[in-house]
């Protein structure tokens, strides 16, 4: 009975084994990646109350249904965790703001003391993460230059949240040392605006975000405008900001529309991933775009045409290559 049970206990933990290393990059004697040769993989999404994993989930579905591969969708901390956990082997593919998978391809920023991940490969994109700073309506901040000496929350401590907010206020002129600069976590920080002990949060989510539709609700707010030169100069010295315009009307008592920034979701995976898989993964979820596209209101900006906006420096898997070269994206 001992040596059944300790025989079952190995079969399990192999099984783990095969599971957290399938398709995790294998160099061959020159470096180069070889490709795996599993059919299932894990899948790093979001916290299972994001917007991600439910758009994730209905994915796996799909290719589980269209192709003969299998996505297993792990609940994760976000992208800045399906990044590093890409790097690992432990996930094999993953969704992350661009900015931070821009970053952990060039080992920049949040990834410096871990080194670049040279085998990440991009696939398609997802919805923009709208830059959407928030103000009280009776603050007389009006734009980033008033907020030299204020108080702000841009999200949680090495965020990418955070890192975008620091690139933005980089144009203005700011650094964090001129303002009370206090990364929170996310309820901790709404609580924080409502008592007034922040001046600004900085937001990067979509539109329309239920926590400002609830910050608004009885608080007199506006949302801080990113444009003009300020927003142009932005985009043009980072690879990840892309003009939005958040209609009029879409909060409580904000009756203009307001331009900002957008910061578009990355699907990635690592380069040991089959060619013939991502072609198919990528086939199977643009012929039931439709069915993607009805399970969140930001899927909706889940399109063929602007599938490459995201991608930046890392380099497209050759099995995405191929599908957008059908399709006439590229040439």
């Known amino acids: 009975?001992?040596?059944?049970?300790?025989?079952?206990?190995?079969?399990?933990?192999?099984?783990?084994?095969?599971?957290?290393?399938?398709?995790?990059?294998?160099?061959?004697?020159?470096?180069?990646?070889?490709?795996?040769t599993a059919t299932q993989f894990v899948f790093g999404t979001s916290g299972v109350g994001g917007s991600w994993y439910p758009v994730a989930v209905k994915i796996g579905t799909i290719v589980g249904e269209e192709t003969k591969y299998k996505l297993i969708?792990?609940?994760?901390?976000?992208?800045?965790?399906?990044?590093?956990?890409?790097?690992t082997g432990e996930f094999t593919f993953g969704w992350a703001e661009s900015n931070v998978a821009h970053a952990s391809y060039n080992g920049k920023k949040l990834f410096e003391k871990e080194g670049a991940n040279k085998n990440l490969r991009y696939m398609y994109s997802l919805w923009p993460g709208v830059l959407q700073p928030l103000v009280h309506k009776d603050s007389g901040i009006n734009t980033f230059y008033d907020m030299k000496g204020r108080s702000i929350s841009p999200g949680s401590a090495g965020s990418g949240n955070e890192i975008a907010y620091i690139e933005i206020l980089d144009i203005y002129g700011l650094t964090p040392k001129d303002m009370q600069?206090?990364?929170?976590?996310?309820?901790?920080?709404?609580?924080?605006?409502?008592?007034?002990?922040?001046?600004?949060?900085?937001?990067?989510?979509?539109?329309?975000?239920?926590?400002?539709?609830?910050?608004?609700t009885q608080?007199?707010?506006?949302?801080?405008?990113?444009?003009?030169?300020?927003?142009?100069?932005?985009?043009?010295?980072?690879?990840?900001?892309?003009?939005?315009?958040?209609?009029?009307?879409?909060?409580?008592?904000?009756?203009?529309?307001?331009?900002?920034?957008?910061?578009?979701?990355?699907?990635?995976?690592?380069?040991?991933?089959?060619?013939?898989?991502?072609?198919?993964?990528?086939?199977?979820?643009?012929?039931?775009?439709?069915?993607?596209?009805?399970?969140?209101?930001?899927?909706?900006?889940?399109?063929?045409?602007?599938?490459?906006?995201?991608?930046?420096?890392?380099?497209?898997?050759?099995?995405?290559?191929?599908?957008?070269?059908?399709?006439g994206l590229i040439k």
């Open 1 to 36: 009975m001992f040596k059944k049970t300790v025989l079952v206990i190995l079969v399990l933990m192999l099984s783990a084994a095969f599971l957290f290393a399938g398709g995790k990059a294998e160099s061959g004697a020159g470096g180069e990646v070889k490709e795996s």
């Open 73 to 87: 969708v792990q609940a994760s901390g976000g992208g800045l965790e399906n990044l590093r956990l890409l790097k």
């Open 181 to 216: 600069w206090k990364p929170m976590q996310h309820t901790e920080r709404e609580m924080a605006f409502k008592d007034r002990q922040l001046e600004l949060i900085g937001y990067q989510t979509s539109v329309p975000s239920s926590s400002i539709m609830s910050a608004t």
């Open 219 to 327: 608080n007199p707010c506006r949302l801080l405008p990113i444009e003009g030169k300020e927003r142009e100069a932005l985009i043009k010295k980072q690879v990840w900001p892309v003009p939005i315009t958040i209609p009029a009307n879409t909060y409580n008592g904000q009756t203009e529309p307001v331009e900002t920034v957008g910061d578009y979701g990355a699907a990635l995976c690592d380069a040991s991933v089959p060619a013939e898989f991502v072609y198919q993964y990528l086939t199977a979820i643009y012929k039931r775009v439709a069915e993607i596209q009805a399970i969140h209101a930001s899927a909706r900006q889940v399109k063929l045409e602007t599938a490459l906006i995201a991608q930046g420096p890392i380099p497209l898997h050759p099995g995405a290559e191929k599908f957008y070269r059908e399709k």
